[in-house]
């Protein structure tokens, strides 16, 4: 019987179009049997393809000097120098947490960290961008308390630390929350390996769990639809979440790296999304041979499975490894040690068309080329539409509200200690975090077991500003990536690389693939402004609950390095005593304001945007104004602030020099927050004068770096000699937080309001 | 000749390399255990470091206690040689039967990873002799089931032979007595919840778990000589 004959077609109950099995009929001359549907079901699937992004993407910067393994890879490898190689990857697991928070979160986790050891790579650090409704809904508190205790259980037990994470509500997430989980991992350089097969007779090797019926569909069911909203209606997909083990992980990890170590391995996938389907195919096709694979040789936990089951299941924590015959008694020895199940699933063949032949006790159940499964999927060049009525939102500037209402109250509705979350991660795991969550930006020891020794470090940071994206992606992503990279700076490092997550609506809304679009477009000029490669990312769409559309959100991760790291930097908090003076690096008005430079500098009415406000955390948080124009970004002088910043930090991180106590960027809530950061960190009070009103203290305006030092006279001339304009704005000292005629408050006080904010939200009595 | 240091491995430890660092920082040679081992007689003291034995599956320990490993330790502090178990070592050791107690979770319910200050409250015991009763040690905890219990009368025996060796200035985990760690009455058997390896470098925050480290090496080395 036809499969287009039946009464529902299973094409469509699959997740393909008819155009789209028209097009498996053609690559294949006949039509598919149930088996073969099912296989190009899961891998033509949005998740798996990114069959509607794809032709964007392409437009990302992806060279670099450091370069290793660019998209495309399981994970993005660089050159770290001394004979390290960091990999490093950033994935979403979106839809899976919005119905099962605790255990879609833990196998997001378990995911990522498959990726970095497929690479040879020992998985060293995970980051956490979550992104949730407003927390004083009771379902969204469920929400929070299970994506973080699912990250929190998984992490910890599998043995990688959680070094940081970003958290973010807003209303546009409550029925669809957000969760990335970007991993680092390094691994000497001799050891990188590839996801591919090779060598006609060679093995195909299961390790890991035995394979459920959990997770089936996970790719195209879940992933690659949008959710219903409300509270009950996905819960009937709860089945096609998988269930996470981190313990079966934390074996399979240390007995993937020793076989990696013994030579005993050619080549290595993990089995993520569309499990073993994805596995197989896709490292016959990047190996360019063919491959048998059994499914009666795959061990099983239930009974009765069949062969599409054992093939699409996305059962947690399993790889499939490439060996020849003669390695493999070694191979089985080395997995009985650690308790890791091995069983042999397959061989690699020398067929010219490289094909993936399903087989069933011998029987031939699937017989159809890898490739077309790996890359046969359609590309959607999918139409575009600019939302309506963007230009009249972007004129709907809340900059000059009026009034301006308590600036005192504003800043504290600003202020919020993340460290609820991040309490409950193992954020030390390998004696690597000198600069661990709550800070700009992670700061680690480039050591492991197994890595030759270095005097290294890496930083890593993850951002996103989903209020800016939706009002301009274009220049809300280029911002992003600037305060990222801002970030890194803070703590001594100069940014190498990127990764993205991006997080999407549904494409098949013109106006989300015009978001899209604007999105890559932008990320891929401030790439090369800032000759940033980017080496890896993941598109997360279908975002969406009854039909609306999450605010663009990518989120980027910036990789940064630091030569030598031998103190720890010296960090947001200032200390009292010997005058401190704080001093802002980077220009103070938006460029083409009065005082700017390069202004006309006429006397008058300040002009506009010397403080812009439009899209900022204030105006959103505190006047619920979502619209305005964003600040300008000017990349140059953004690198030559960056640059300095990143200099006098890494003198002092080197051993050398300590010109700076303090140092802090300036981004979400602006100065205001900055500043209230710096002296609740540091436990020391601050004078400031003479800001230019409350538009000063909340503007984030980007490029601007807040630092303390007690040499003033010298840090200017720094800054001058570098073209960075500095200027100083108070004096560190006393137990009060001063912004003359803004805001006085005792220091015990702010500093309650900041540890207090988030617990009163997510524990209300 | 440097100390010689066994660091047991379960399937699921996951602090063994850096149990090993610390240890070559406070001047002792670590050679990893696999829990398989039956025999120690070749080490001078013995460390089980944190992580999840088996998964914590059951509870933290209730496995990791019937790895043939385990017969050996207790043999081994039978004989006197020095046992300290680090978090999840303790609660191995306490399943064990080496040390008196169990463990709950924490209070509040969540995990807990952050530093606290512990005071060395004995010094009759093999990681604190040496050191000053009354010395603040800032050490970070990473658990979720930290809180140790026990009944009265053992608490009133630890408090009476001074076994309570370590207490919590800022109880992050509602443990009965602010107990952060305990010894065994000869004081050669030792459990702490906080991680003396994770404080052992200024460029990690702290370095006061150095002393405690560091006790503990020189103590083996009396013992072997002794």
Known sequence: ?765 | MATRVGVVVFPGTNCEHDALAGLEVAGARGTLVWHTETQLRTMDAIVIPGGFAHGDYLRPGALARFSPVMEAVGRFAAEGGPVVGICNGFQVLTEAGLLPGAFVKNRGLKFVCAPTTVRVEVTHSVITAGLEPGTRLCIPVNHFSGSYVCDERTLAHLRASNQVILRYLDNPNGSIDDIAGIANDAGNVVGLMPHPERAIDELLGSADGLALLRAFVSSSACVRAG
């Open chain 1, 1 to 765: 019987m036809s499969v287009r004959a039946a009464e529902e077609p299973l094409h469509r109950a699959l997740g393909l179009t008819d155009d789209e099995l028209d097009r498996i009929v053609g690559l294949l001359g006949r039509e598919p049997n149930a088996l073969e549907l099912a296989l190009y079901g899961v891998m033509w699937s949005e998740h798996c393809s990114y069959k509607s992004s794809r032709l964007h993407l392409r437009r990302l910067p992806t060279a670099g000097d450091r370069v290793l393994v660019g998209p495309g890879e399981n994970a993005g490898v660089v050159d770290a120098g001394d004979g390290i190689a960091v990999a490093i990857r950033i994935e979403s697991h979106n839809h899976p947490s919005a119905i099962e928070p605790h255990q879609g979160a833990a196998t997001g986790v378990g995911g990522i960290l498959r990726d970095i050891f497929t690479m040879g790579a020992r998985p060293l650090a995970v980051m956490d961008p979550l992104f949730f409704g407003s927390p004083d809904d009771a379902r969204q508190r469920w929400l929070v308390e299970g994506v973080v205790s699912g990250i929190s259980s998984y992490g910890n037990s599998v043995g990688v630390p959680t070094v940081g994470g970003e958290l973010t509500f807003d209303s546009c997430y409550s029925s669809n929350p957000l969760v990335n989980v970007l991993c680092l991992g390094a691994l000497p350089v001799d050891r990188l390996v590839l996801g591919r097969a090779s060598g006609a007779g060679n093995l195909a090797v299961l390790l890991g769990a035995a394979t459920g019926r959990d997770g089936i569909g996970g790719v195209s069911i879940l992933a690659s639809a949008g959710l219903g909203g409300g509270s009950g209606a996905d819960a009937i997909k709860r089945p096609s979440v998988q269930v996470g083990d981190p313990f079966e992980e934390k074996r399979l990890i240390e007995a993937c790296l020793a076989l990696l170590d013994a030579g005993l391995v050619l080549g290595i996938q993990d089995l993520g999304g569309a499990g073993l389907a994805c596995a197989t195919s896709e490292t016959a096709a990047r190996g360019g041979v063919g491959m048998d694979v059994d499914v009666s040789s795959v061990p099983r936990r239930e009974l009765g499975m069949a062969p599409w089951e054992v093939m699409t299941s996305e059962s947690q924590e399993r790889m499939l490894a490439i060996v020849t015959p003669g390695a493999w008694p070694a191979v089985e020895e080395l997995c009985r040690r650690w308790e890791v199940r091995a069983a042999v699933v397959g061989t690699v063949t020398d067929d010219p068309s490289g094909r993936l032949r399903v087989l069933d006790r011998g029987a031939v159940v699937a017989d159809v080329p890898a490739s077309s499964l790996a890359d046969g999927a359609p590309l959607y060049d999918r139409p575009l539409r600019e939302p309506a009525g963007l230009d009249a939102r972007r004129a709907d500037d809340p900059t000059f509200d009026a009034p301006a209402g308590d600036s005192e109250a504003d800043l504290c509705a600003l202020l919020c200690d993340p460290s609820w979350v991040y309490r409950q991660y193992d954020s030390q795991l390998f004696l690597n975090t000198v600069v661990g969550p709550g800070a700009d930006a992670a700061l680690l020891r480039l050591a492991g077991p197994g890595l030759p020794p270095s005097e290294r470090g890496v930083a890593i940071t993850t951002d996103s500003a989903p209020r800016w994206c939706a009002i301009d992606p274009r220049q809300g992503v280029a911002l992003v990536l600037a305060e990222a990279v801002a970030n890194l700076a803070c703590v001594g490092a100069s940014a190498v690389a990127v990764v993205n997550c991006l997080n999407f609506g549904n494409p098949e809304h013109p106006e989300v693939m015009w978001q899209l679009s604007e999105t890559i477009d932008g990320l891929a000029a401030a790439c090369r402004a800032l000759e940033l490669p980017v080496i890896g990312g993941n598109v997360s769409l279908y975002n969406e609950s009854t039909g609306a559309d999450i605010d663009p959100t990518p989120v980027l991760g910036v990789l940064g390095l630091v030569e030598k790291l031998r103190r720890r930097p010296p960090g947001m908090g200032w200390v009292d005593g010997d005058a401190s003076t704080v001093v802002l690096l980077g220009a103070r008005r938006a460029p083409g304001a009065l005082g700017a430079p390069g202004a006309p500098g006429a006397p008058g009415a300040p002009s506009p945007a010397a403080h812009p406000l439009g899209g900022s955390t204030w105006a959103v948080t505190c006047r619920s104004r979502r619209h305005g124009a964003l600040p300008p970004l000017d990349l140059v002088a953004h690198r030559e602030v960056v640059r300095l910043v990143t200099r006098l930090v890494a003198d002092s991180v080197g051993g050398g020099d300590g010109l700076l106590d303090a140092v802090h960027d300036v981004s979400g809530g602006g100065l205001g927050v900055a500043l209230a950061e710096m002296a609740i960190s540091g436990g020391v009070g601050v004078r400031v004068e003479s800001l230019e009103g409350h538009r000063e203290l909340f503007s984030e305006l980007p490029s601007r770096i807040v630092v303390a030092t007690r040499r003033p006279d010298e840090l200017v001339g720094r800054a001058r000699d570098a073209g960075v304009p500095a200027e100083l704005v108070g004096v560190v000292g006393g137990s009060r937080f001063v912004v003359d005629g803004l805001v006085d408050l005792g220091m015990d006080e702010l500093a309650a309001v900041w540890s207090g904010a988030l617990r009163a939200r997510l524990e209300p009595v």
